[in-house]
């Protein structure tokens, strides 16, 4: 048998790193329903912002109600069954989630007086009614 050239090795090491199939160990599935995702950092002071100034009432507010918070570290793990556009890069990224599949994102953070607003549109963008 002749020798395994360079390419041929390093295709099959790049194989063998492929995600295989079906839920992983230790890692959570993505939740059914209407869920907004944080893509965050411990380093993001933009997301220690959002966590001091929105995050305590966004459970009891209206979007709160309607699409519950989860929160993933920019490197993961995130959830298994996710289907996003594209890889969170930035920190804070809100990501508007329907059965796993993204329906809405904004990235960073646009502040205390304009954050319910801008996501309240993107909700109803996405076909999220939502109750006062």
């Known amino acids: 048998m002749p020798p395994l050239s360079r ?3 390093l295709m099959g090491a790049a194989v063998a790193m492929l ?3 079906g839920p992983v160990a230790g890692r959570a ?3 059914p329903g209407w869920r907004l ?7 993001c002071h933009h997301c220690r912002a959002w ?3 929105i995050g305590p009432g966004y ?3 209206a979007a709160g109600r309607a699409a519950p918070m989860m929160h993933v570290d920019i490197d993961g793990p995130y959830p298994d069954g996710l289907a996003l556009a594209r890889r969170p890069w930035i920190t804070p990224t809100f990501i508007l989630l329907s059965d796993g599949a993204e329906a809405g994102r904004i990235e ?4 205390e007086r304009y954050f319910h607003p801008v996501l309240e549109e993107m909700m109803r ?3 999220l009614t939502l109750r006062p």
Do not use: K, L, N
Not at 108 to 111: A, I, K, T
């Open 37 to 43: 995702m944080m893509v965050e950092s411990d380093s």
């Open 7 to 9: 390419r041929t090795v």
């Open 59 to 61: 459970a009891a507010s």
């Open 19 to 21: 995600p295989v199939a």
């Open 51 to 53: 966590h001091a100034q």
């Open 108 to 111: 960073g953070y646009v502040g």
């Open 29 to 31: 599935a993505a939740p």
């Open 125 to 127: 963008d996405a076909g």
